[in-house]
């Protein structure tokens, strides 16, 4: 299959609403590339082949989603886009890409490797080689076109708060399950089980792969459907959303139905001039904020349900 790539250049302050208009068109992978938060990872001594000196010398931002060559978006898209830039008073580029599934696939190869996060977690694309030491737990992934890789510090706080919370024997909800590795992640540092659900039809079936990569077809249910829908009337001990503060915040009310007391909400994807209103969403419903993750202007938040 072939795809289309839409790149927004753009300031930091609409990032999200960009997210939100991709994700909500029905794409499955969008990517952030924040020359701010590149320019701190080197100058904490990480060198990363693939940015450019260029890149690195820029203030914006771009964010990128992909879709099938076939499935018409523009129209509604350029009107989405026309908003942001009326309710930011902001200028946003707009270019369009032809991508070959093959060419995607190869630059994952080129650029990805293992890596670990937090205590236990090794995060491995499928086609490297890892032998990994006692007591590492690891993930194989493959993130195909679907958002969720590990590498962007949203997956990282979800990941992290995972390898902290979870203790074993845990019934999950992932609320917008993209690739599936927080799924994948919580079965391994021993959930009970995951209902794991996506919007995108694309996310679904590539996390279902991921599932089967991992052998855990048996403990991890996949589906398509809005995510505030679908998770109501279900128990969970966590609810993972690692998606945008605005449906964060749409989808808190019902978490907070969904989580036992004591339970965990672990939100992410949240960009931090729009943490308060998640902040006040998340007291106004019953839960105690216990710990908050921030990487350059991202922000994960664990709460507990009271």
């Known amino acids: 299959m072939n795809w289309k790539e839409f790149s927004v250049l753009t300031e930091g302050i609409c990032v999200e609403a960009i997210a939100g208009i991709f994700h909500s068109m029905g794409s499955g992978g969008v990517i952030i590339e924040d020359p701010q938060a590149a320019r701190k990872y080197i100058s904490e001594k990480w060198t990363p082949e693939s940015v450019s000196e260029d890149f690195l010398n820029h203030e914006f931002v771009v964010v990128k989603a992909y879709f099938p060559e076939d499935n018409d978006v523009f129209e509604a898209f350029s009107k989405s886009i026309a908003a942001v ?16 599934n093959e060419d995607w696939e190869e630059n994952w190869k080129k650029y990805y490797h293992a890596f670990k996060v937090g205590e236990r977690l090794v995060i491995k694309p499928s086609w ?9 737990v690891i993930v194989n992934i ?22 902290q919370y979870v203790h074993g024997g845990e ?27 996506d919007i995108d039809e694309l996310a679904v ?3 279902r792969e991921n599932i089967d990569l991992n052998g855990l077809a048996d403990k991890i249910l996949v589906q398509a459907g809005d995510i505030v829908t679908e998770i109501r009337g279900r128990q969970a001990d966590m609810v993972l959303a690692n998606i945008t503060a605005e449906v964060v915040v749409e989808l808190i009310p019902e978490a907070a139905k969904v989580i036992k007391s004591g339970g965990y909400f672990f939100g992410s994807g949240i960009v931090d001039s729009r943490w308060p209103s998640v902040q006040t969403a998340l007291e106004n419903n019953g839960f105690v904020v216990e710990q908050v993750l921030q990487d350059v202007d991202w922000i994960g938040v664990a709460a507990r349900r009271r």
């Open 205 to 207: 079936r590539i996390a």
């Open 128 to 136: 490297e080689e890892y032998h990994g030491s006692e007591g590492e």
């Open 85 to 100: 830039e009326d309710n930011f008073q902001v200028k946003c580029s707009v270019f369009i890409d032809d991508v070959r």
């Open 142 to 163: 493959d993130p195909g076109m679907a958002f969720g890789t590990g590498i962007h510090a949203s997956t990282r706080f979800c990941l992290r708060f995972l390898d």
């Open 171 to 197: 019934n999950v909800i992932d609320a917008g399950c993209g690739s599936g590795i927080l799924s994948i992640a919580a079965i391994k540092l021993g959930a009970a089980g995951v209902f794991a659900m």
